[in-house]
């Protein structure tokens, strides 16, 4: 009992903090942006507020986000800006992708992100944009031979060798878990862990101790996943990264429902339905409803 009283306190002491960032914007404003954008003829500029603007709730409230990612594409189109359509495409399938969980629709902007680079015959510095969409689609779907094609066109071998926190490297782990082959995870988390736990706190990364954690849970450790789960949460509330909390949340539920720890898995159910009115992560809700379901 005192356990879920500590836990409660916990929770209640972020969401003010979430609260509080709301309020603040951690100046942004949403108004003032929308503003901008009207004042200006340059559809440049235009443009770039928008991805700002798109990137800003891309990890707390998905549908915003593509909302005016959408609209960044509209102009790009009339203006016939297509490095800046290429860029849309790339922000917009990473949502539906990483927030939204629609990944049919990922997918579908991640292909016309390739098509689109095909055609500018862009290098594969820039096209690596393309692949990581498509790696994370293809492995969302369960295609694991496409995931993996676009795995080596995104992280050729030399690059995996070398691969360290940063950079994109960081996601190989991810990667890698979703296809679930947790030997490779590992190898690439571990590290990443490690370099995030010598950075200042201020600038570590909540999402290394959730695929941590998801990793763990994976392998039936619980113990450790339930320790790198709790470890993101203030980070996550710092950074604004809203669906790294509720991802976090997400993995407590699977993890004490798995432990058969009742109490816990439906207080960390009950949280992810909870600020899921406030914030998005279809994954982890559909996660929490299904934990819930069978044990309320």
Same mark, same amino acid.
């Given at each position: 009992m005192k356990k879920i009283v500590l836990v409660a306190f916990f929770f209640i002491a972020c969401i003010s903090i979430v609260k509080a960032q709301l309020s603040s914007g951690s100046? +942004? !404003? *949403?108004? &003032?942006?929308?503003?901008?954008? !009207?004042?200006? %003829?340059? !559809?440049?500029? $235009?443009? &770039? @507020? *928008?991805?700002? @603007?798109?990137?800003?709730?891309? +990890?707390? %409230?998905? &549908?915003?986000? @593509?909302?005016?990612?959408? *609209?960044?594409? &509209?102009?790009? @189109? $009339?203006s016939k800006n297509e490095r800046s359509l290429f860029k849309a495409y790339y922000y917009i399938s990473a949502t539906y992708n990483q927030t939204l969980g629609n990944y049919p629709l990922g997918l579908h902007f991640a292909t016309e992100q390739l098509k689109l680079g095909k055609k500018l015959n862009l290098p594969d510095s820039i096209m690596k944009d393309a692949y990581y969409n498509l790696t994370f689609s293809y492995a969302y779907l369960k295609n694991k031979d496409l995931a993996y094609k676009y795995l080596d066109l995104r992280w050729p071998i030399s690059r995996r060798i070398k691969a360290k926190f940063g950079g994109g490297e960081s996601n190989l782990a991810k990667v890698y878990n979703i296809l679930e082959n947790n030997d490779s995870a590992l190898i690439y988390s571990s590290p990443t862990v490690e370099a995030n736990r010598k950075m200042v706190y201020e600038k570590r990364w909540s999402g290394a101790y959730v695929v941590q954690g998801d990793i763990y849970r994976a392998q039936k450790k619980y113990d450790s996943a339930i320790i790198y789960y709790k470890l993101s949460f203030p980070l996550a509330i710092r950074a604004f990264f809203y669906k790294d909390y509720l991802e976090a949340s997400s993995g407590l539920t699977s993890t004490y429902a798995a432990l058969n720890e009742v109490d816990s898995a439906i207080y960390y159910g009950s949280q992810v339905v909870t600020y899921s009115k406030t914030f998005t992560f279809t994954e982890g809700l559909l996660n929490a409803y299904k934990v819930l379901y069978k044990n309320v």
């Amino acid at each position: 009992m005192k356990k879920i009283v500590l836990v409660a306190f916990f929770f209640i002491a972020c969401i003010s903090i979430v609260k509080a960032q709301l309020s603040s914007g951690s100046n +942004f !404003n *949403l108004t &003032d942006s929308l503003l901008a954008v !009207n004042n200006t %003829q340059d !559809n440049a500029k $235009k443009i &770039d @507020i *928008l991805f700002k @603007i798109g990137r800003k709730y891309a +990890f707390s %409230q998905g &549908d915003t986000a @593509i909302k005016y990612l959408k *609209l960044a594409v &509209d102009i790009a @189109i $009339k203006s016939k800006n297509e490095r800046s359509l290429f860029k849309a495409y790339y922000y917009i399938s990473a949502t539906y992708n990483q927030t939204l969980g629609n990944y049919p629709l990922g997918l579908h902007f991640a292909t016309e992100q390739l098509k689109l680079g095909k055609k500018l015959n862009l290098p594969d510095s820039i096209m690596k944009d393309a692949y990581y969409n498509l790696t994370f689609s293809y492995a969302y779907l369960k295609n694991k031979d496409l995931a993996y094609k676009y795995l080596d066109l995104r992280w050729p071998i030399s690059r995996r060798i070398k691969a360290k926190f940063g950079g994109g490297e960081s996601n190989l782990a991810k990667v890698y878990n979703i296809l679930e082959n947790n030997d490779s995870a590992l190898i690439y988390s571990s590290p990443t862990v490690e370099a995030n736990r010598k950075m200042v706190y201020e600038k570590r990364w909540s999402g290394a101790y959730v695929v941590q954690g998801d990793i763990y849970r994976a392998q039936k450790k619980y113990d450790s996943a339930i320790i790198y789960y709790k470890l993101s949460f203030p980070l996550a509330i710092r950074a604004f990264f809203y669906k790294d909390y509720l991802e976090a949340s997400s993995g407590l539920t699977s993890t004490y429902a798995a432990l058969n720890e009742v109490d816990s898995a439906i207080y960390y159910g009950s949280q992810v339905v909870t600020y899921s009115k406030t914030f998005t992560f279809t994954e982890g809700l559909l996660n929490a409803y299904k934990v819930l379901y069978k044990n309320v």
